[in-house]
């Protein structure tokens, strides 16, 4: 089956500072999604974004299908960027993710 | 935006006993839906996919005879873990989807089995 290795698997940034946390997977896919989990468990789509780059406010993501990876950027960072930040890539029917990236950001 | 509950949000039985966690698309009729497990400071894994009206596929490792799924329409479907025991306290999540690229995650059930 396919790897999707996310990196680093921890972070801590102090309120303000920038951020990328980066996807690499293992084998073409059909669709790639980066997901922040909020202390309560709620898991809430950040991008849909197979290729490309796109932008979010302070967040923005690029994903090179060619060379299989992703990169999400945090800016200017927030106490409420603190969560655990997953990407997962469609292979066949499933949504495979990977072990996701702890954020704290620390006023 | 597409919205998809989960009832209930927390869970508490006895060893041994069933417990049934639903999971409904609000606004949208969801063609697939999929279920998932997570463990504390882990990842997301796929339990099953279900198709409405159709047998759930499982995962490799999954027990489908303990964990019963049934998508009878196109706007719920149900987890039921059988017999349930202290290991499999965890953090279910499910996911629907209405035939677009994009599913919509519900807001989780966390089941402690004492």
């Known amino acids: 089956g396919i790897q999707v290795e996310q990196s680093p698997p921890d972070l801590i940034l102090q309120e303000g500072a920038n951020s990328t946390l980066r996807c690499n997977f293992s084998?073409?896919?059909?669709?790639l999604q980066w997901f922040h989990q909020n202390p309560w468990g709620q898991l809430i789509n950040l991008f849909y974004?197979?290729?490309g780059t796109k932008q979010n406010g302070r967040l923005s993501a690029t994903t090179v299908a060619t060379e299989r990876y992703s990169l999400l950027y945090i800016s200017s960072s927030q106490t409420t960027d603190s969560g655990v930040y997953f990407c997962?890539?469609?292979?066949?029917?499933?949504?495979?993710f990977g072990a996701g990236t702890i954020l704290r950001v620390k006023s | 935006g597409a919205v998809v509950s989960q009832h209930p949000s927390r869970v508490i039985c006895k060893s041994g006993t069933s417990v049934k966690i639903e999971c409904r698309s609000l606004?949208?009729?969801?063609?697939?839906m999929f279920w998932y497990r997570q463990f504390p400071k882990q990842s997301l894994m796929l339990m099953a996919t279900?198709?409405?009206?159709?047998?759930?596929?499982?995962e490799q490792g999954v027990e489908k005879d303990k964990f019963l799924i049934n998508h009878a329409s196109l706007t719920l479907s149900t987890l039921t873990v059988t017999s349930a025991h202290p290991e499999d306290s965890s953090f279910y999540i499910c996911?629907?989807?209405?035939?677009?690229?994009?599913?919509?995650f519900g807001p989780g059930t966390r089941l402690t089995v004492l």
């Open positions: 606004d949208f009729q969801a063609t697939t």
């Open positions: 279900s198709n409405e009206g159709s047998k759930a596929t499982y």
């Open positions: 997962a890539v469609e292979y066949g029917n499933k949504l495979v």
């Open positions: 084998d073409s896919v059909n669709n």
């Open positions: 996911s629907a989807r209405d035939g677009r690229p994009l599913g919509y």
């Open positions: 974004i197979p290729s």
